[in-house]
């Protein structure tokens, strides 16, 4: 009889299966992760067509004789030009004295030595200049500051220039004529007393008012009254200037002494000007020696005209000028003192011929006076040198910008000695 065959347990096969499956799922790989959802990609753009970041403007670079170095960017925004200039002088000093011979001095000196820096920024509009000045006549009594001029212009609107910071009071012609644009060596005698210097403060003006071809122009201005590079705290009280000119035969640069262009038809300037300094602390109202009792109220005024016609120049101005009041008393250091303004008028009239493209030829006469209730000592600086009586040559290497230039002055007055100046200039600009 055979054996049955074995019996195989319920709980045996369903134990196999489990380990069975359990063996395989370890042994099986990891299931992939679900792709990551991505964003759509941009269509190929041509590398034509992409925006390109704007062009940086050119540069250029340009230099001439007696206009220094100028840079400029092409589009206009942006410009600086560096310029030099120099005066070197000999002098000879003739001074005639009562009962006894003529005494003669000399001198050798670089009179004076500028550096200017000039342009435009952010647009051909807005204009700046800077001119620094280290000659040893250059520096005023009581100030070491070099600055001469610092401003800048904004231009736009052709009736309506506006002007900030230190430069010439718009006042007379021949102070405001360019000090490297003269015929003589010197500015006459009269404009040191009688003139208004630079000062600090805001200016509207316009060189062609109206648009009728430069025929008319205008400056107004206040300042701070107190001329050049003063520093601390001073009495309130402005200098306020009007000026009008007129061109009545067309518009020429008459801020150039002389006609080296040689103009084929004649040209006119008459200009009138007046002004009112308030509670200035300085003797001659922006210049002089500072006031110690007090302060002075000044009236000013002025006419001038210029006249170029075929290298004839002609430069003619009256200036007067009033203190108020007279004189000041008080004390000083314990000791009475007296203060006196300085009340007086006066007239230039200058003239050159061009006797060559080269050559000119001028001459100057200029006269001063004084009220009897002014200043004891600009009374008797006017009755002994109050009259200037002056000729001159100059060779123009290079226009004004390079020339050498020689002239005479007989100073004289009422009473007391004569004076002799006998000058030899180089000025030259780089």
């Known amino acids: 009889?055979?054996?049955?065959?074995?019996?195989?347990?319920?709980?045996?096969?369903?134990?196999?299966?489990?380990?069975?499956?359990?063996?395989?799922?370890?042994?099986?790989?990891?299931?992939?992760?679900?792709?990551?959802?991505?964003?759509?990609?941009?269509?190929?753009?041509?590398?034509?067509?992409?925006?390109?970041?704007?062009?940086?403007?050119?540069?250029?670079?340009?230099?001439?004789p007696g206009k220094g170095f100028t840079v400029a960017t092409d589009d206009g925004r942006y410009s600086a030009t560096v310029r030099a200039r120099f005066q070197m002088r000999e002098t000879v000093t003739g001074q005639d004295l009562e009962g006894a011979p003529r005494r003669w001095t000399q001198e050798q000196?670089?009179?004076?030595?500028?550096?200017?820096?000039?342009?435009?920024?952010?647009?051909?509009?807005?204009?700046?200049?800077?001119?620094?000045?280290?000659?040893?006549?250059?520096?005023?009594?009581?100030?070491?500051?070099?600055?001469f001029d610092a401003w800048v212009e904004y231009t736009a609107v052709r009736d309506l220039n506006v002007r900030v910071g230190q430069f010439f009071v718009p006042f007379d012609r021949a102070r405001t004529i360019r000090e490297s644009s003269l015929q003589f060596v010197d500015r006459?005698?009269?404009?040191?007393?009688?003139?208004?210097?630079?000062?600090?403060?805001?200016?509207?003006?316009?060189?062609?008012?109206?648009?009728?071809?430069?025929?008319?122009?205008?400056?107004?201005?206040?300042?701070?009254?107190?001329?050049?590079?003063?520093?601390?705290?001073?009495?309130?009280?402005l200098l306020y200037v009007a000026r009008f000119a007129v061109r009545p035969f067309g518009a020429f640069d008459d801020d150039v002494e002389g006609d080296l262009q040689r103009l084929p038809k004649p040209r006119l300037m008459v200009g009138v000007a007046g002004a009112y300094n308030q509670k200035t602390n300085r003797q001659r109202s922006?210049?002089?020696?500072?006031?110690?009792?007090?302060?002075?109220?000044?009236?000013?005024a002025d006419v001038d005209a210029v006249f170029k016609y075929?290298?004839?120049?002609?430069?003619?101005?009256?200036?007067?000028?009033?203190?108020?009041?007279?004189?000041?008393d008080g004390t000083v250091n314990g000791q009475p003192?007296?203060?006196?303004?300085?009340?007086?008028?006066?007239?230039?009239?200058?003239?050159?011929?061009?006797?060559?493209?080269?050559?000119?030829?001028?001459?100057?006469?200029?006269?001063q006076k004084v009220k009897s209730d002014?200043?004891?000592?600009?009374?008797?600086?006017?009755?002994?040198?109050?009259?200037e009586v002056g000729a001159g040559l100059n060779v123009?290497?290079?226009?004004?910008?390079f020339k050498l230039q020689g002239d005479y002055s007989y100073q004289f007055g009422r009473t007391g000695p004569a004076r002799h100046l006998v000058r030899l200039q180089l000025d030259a600009s780089f």
Not at 35 to 64: F, H, L, N
Not at 286 to 300: N, R, S
Not at 374 to 387: H, K, M, T
């Open 337 to 367: 003192a007296r203060e006196w303004s300085r009340s007086g008028w006066g007239y230039v009239v200058q003239a050159g011929y061009m006797l060559t493209s080269k050559v000119e030829a001028t001459g100057r006469f200029d006269l």
């Open 109 to 147: 000196q670089v009179r004076s030595v500028r550096l200017f820096l000039l342009g435009n920024v952010l647009n051909p509009d807005l204009k700046y200049t800077l001119q620094l000045a280290f000659g040893g006549n250059d520096f005023e009594a009581g100030s070491s500051s070099p600055i």
């Open 1 to 64: 009889m055979s054996n049955p065959a074995p019996r195989v347990s319920t709980k045996a096969v369903l134990f196999v299966s489990l380990w069975l499956s359990l063996g395989a799922w370890a042994q099986s790989p990891p299931p992939e992760p679900a792709p990551a959802t991505q964003a759509p990609k941009e269509p190929d753009v041509p590398a034509e067509s992409k925006p390109k970041p704007p062009p940086s403007p050119g540069v250029t670079i340009t230099a001439a």
């Open 310 to 328: 075929r290298g004839l120049s002609v430069l003619a101005e009256f200036l007067y000028r009033e203190g108020s009041p007279s004189f000041r």
């Open 396 to 401: 123009y290497l290079n226009g004004h910008a």
């Open 286 to 300: 922006t210049t002089g020696t500072t006031f110690v009792l007090g302060t002075f109220d000044y009236v000013h």
């Open 188 to 237: 006459p005698i009269i404009i040191g007393e009688l003139t208004l210097d630079r000062d600090m403060g805001v200016m509207l003006s316009s060189n062609d008012f109206l648009g009728v071809g430069g025929l008319l122009s205008y400056n107004l201005g206040f300042f701070g009254g107190e001329g050049r590079n003063r520093f601390g705290p001073s009495t309130p009280g």
């Open 374 to 387: 002014s200043d004891p000592a600009l009374i008797a600086q006017v009755d002994q040198q109050g009259r």
